[in-house]
């Protein structure tokens, strides 16, 4: 069975979304997730949806307790997870409104857990291809026949926060030739393939960061603005493509049974 995991960043978090929503508490060894799961259905499909940053945007990136979140999307049953992103790009072909399905990270966070496994067991979980390319393949075809402006993949830095990049930092992402920067993608996605969970990527360029010549400085107040503009082009992709997902064997899955050293097996 196919049951679908909903990562919201600004919008996509709106419990709305779903039909016959009903509302779970739950708790995991890591805590407790970002917000109130939300259960229901999108065009028959059962679906979980979670707020990232809590349903007021009150916890910042460092602060999202990514452990808790995944383990109580896979305690749930998610077999996938959209995660939506607002980011800055990078490079001038990614232009503010665009959508963006990423296929590789480049880390660039300091204080994050990472890994399921903190004590007697080490997983070395391999991330050759961290984003499930099957979604991502279902992503970039239905975003084609929807006419939504995107780009089928893209290398995401991911920085601490909550701060934006100073323009030499910027400046410096842009040479090393990512196409987008933004605060929520690492350790998420890290931890979603130690689950043996698909995980994709909707990134949405909001603004230019501060790498092109005569920029004004990123602002939040613009960021959110842009987004919102735009974020119903996330929308209408997830509940166009949630009915199409149905692969239920891939390495994403697979991965986590050999990458497990020490312990008992």
Same mark, same amino acid.
Request: overall charge neutral.
């Given at each position: 069975? *196919?049951?679908?995991?909903?990562?919201?960043?600004?919008?996509?978090?709106?419990?709305?979304?779903?039909?016959?929503?009903?509302?779970?508490? #739950?708790?995991?060894?890591?805590?407790?997730?970002?917000?109130?799961?939300?259960?229901?259905? /999108?065009?028959?499909?059962?679906?979980?949806?979670?707020?990232?940053?809590?349903?007021?945007?009150? /916890?910042?990136?460092?602060?999202?307790?990514?452990?808790?979140?995944?383990?109580?999307?896979?305690?749930?049953?998610?077999?996938?997870?959209?995660?939506?992103?607002?980011?800055?790009?990078?490079?001038?072909? #990614?232009?503010?409104?665009?959508?963006?399905?990423?296929?590789?990270? /480049?880390?660039?966070?300091?204080?994050?857990?990472?890994?399921?496994?903190?004590?007697?067991?080490?997983?070395? #979980?391999?991330? *050759?291809?961290?984003?499930?390319?099957?979604?991502?393949?279902?992503?970039?075809?239905?975003?084609?026949?929807?006419?939504?402006?995107?780009?089928?993949?893209?290398?995401?830095?991911?920085?601490?926060?909550?701060?934006? &990049?100073?323009?030499?930092? &910027?400046?410096?992402?842009?040479?090393?030739?990512?196409?987008?920067?933004?605060?929520?993608?690492?350790?998420?996605?890290?931890?979603?393939?130690?689950?043996?969970?698909?995980?994709?990527? /909707?990134?949405?360029?909001?603004?230019?960061?501060?790498?092109?010549?005569?920029?004004?400085?990123?602002?939040?107040?613009?960021?959110?603005?842009?987004?919102?503009?735009?974020?119903?082009?996330?929308?209408?992709?997830?509940?166009?493509?949630?009915?199409?997902? &149905?692969?239920?064997?891939?390495?994403?899955?697979?991965?986590?049974?050999?990458?497990?050293?020490?312990? &008992?097996?």
């Amino acid at each position: 069975m *196919v049951r679908i995991g909903l990562i919201g960043g600004s919008g996509l978090d709106n419990p709305e979304l779903l039909h016959d929503a009903r509302e779970v508490e #739950i708790q995991t060894p890591f805590g407790t997730p970002s917000s109130p799961l939300k259960m229901g259905t /999108i065009n028959g499909v059962e679906v979980v949806l979670l707020a990232r940053h809590g349903r007021k945007h009150t /916890i910042m990136p460092t602060n999202v307790n990514n452990q808790a979140n995944i383990w109580a999307l896979k305690e749930m049953g998610c077999t996938h997870i959209l995660a939506s992103t607002a980011c800055g790009s990078l490079q001038e072909q #990614i232009r503010p409104g665009d959508l963006v399905f990423l296929d590789q990270f /480049i880390d660039r966070t300091t204080k994050r857990k990472q890994t399921f496994y903190e004590s007697e067991k080490v997983c070395h #979980i391999p991330l *050759v291809e961290p984003f499930c390319p099957q979604l991502r393949a279902v992503l970039g075809q239905r975003a084609r026949a929807l006419g939504l402006p995107h780009h089928a993949s893209g290398t995401v830095i991911t920085i601490e926060g909550p701060r934006f &990049s100073s323009k030499a930092e &910027s400046t410096l992402f842009h040479t090393w030739g990512a196409e987008i920067i933004n605060m929520s993608t690492v350790p998420e996605v890290v931890l979603a393939r130690e689950a043996g969970i698909c995980y994709a990527a /909707i990134a949405m360029a909001t603004d230019y960061d501060s790498w092109r010549a005569g920029m004004t400085a990123v602002t939040w107040e613009e960021v959110l603005k842009v987004f919102q503009h735009n974020v119903q082009k996330v929308i209408t992709l997830c509940i166009d493509v949630i009915p199409k997902i &149905s692969h239920t064997s891939c390495f994403c899955r697979e991965d986590i049974k050999t990458a497990i050293m020490g312990g &008992s097996s």
